[in-house]
């Protein structure tokens, strides 16, 4: 009987230390793989990039609300996530790509998708990613305040 404790003791305790169990990390390659195979563009290779806009095309996947609030490139083709695979059709295949999104999560698959139908993609990057490691974003829009009625 005491043996069976022990047993039941020293189970307990590597679930509860994270050593088995439902949520203990797995060594496997599918839990280390990117979530998208696009090259996550350095602040060095945008600048680079964006030194000639008239050679590339730049496609933000965000949302307009977090365009505006997380800030942009000044010059930029808006396709949210969900409607790139149907506006394959009008976006020109002769630039070479960006994808843009908030992290490069979305820009990520955004930029698999467009090179899995055949567009150049040089890579995705995170606007706010971007940022944060000292490039500059043009485009901030200030939210407005909201209207307040006016007093009787």
Request: a positive charge; proline letters at 7%.
């Amino acid at each position: 009987m005491k043996n069976l404790a022990l047993v039941v003791a020293l189970a307990l305790t590597s679930v509860a230390f994270g050593q088995g169990g439902a949520d203990a990390p797995k060594n496997d390659a599918a839990a280390k793989a990117p979530a998208s195979k696009a090259h996550v563009l350095s602040v060095e290779e945008l600048d680079k990039a964006l030194a000639d806009p008239g050679k590339v095309l730049v496609i933000d996947v965000r949302r307009p609300d977090e365009v505006s609030s997380n800030g942009g490139f000044p010059v930029y083709l808006s396709i949210q996530a969900p409607d790139l695979e149907h506006s394959l059709a009008w976006i020109p295949k002769g630039k070479p790509i960006i994808t843009v999104s908030n992290h490069a999560a979305r820009a990520g698959k955004a930029a698999d998708l467009l090179s899995a139908k055949g567009f150049k993609v040089i890579g995705a990057v995170g606007s706010q990613t971007y940022e944060q490691a000292g490039g500059k974003l043009v485009t901030h829009i200030p939210v407005p305040a909201p209207k307040t009625a006016a007093a009787h």
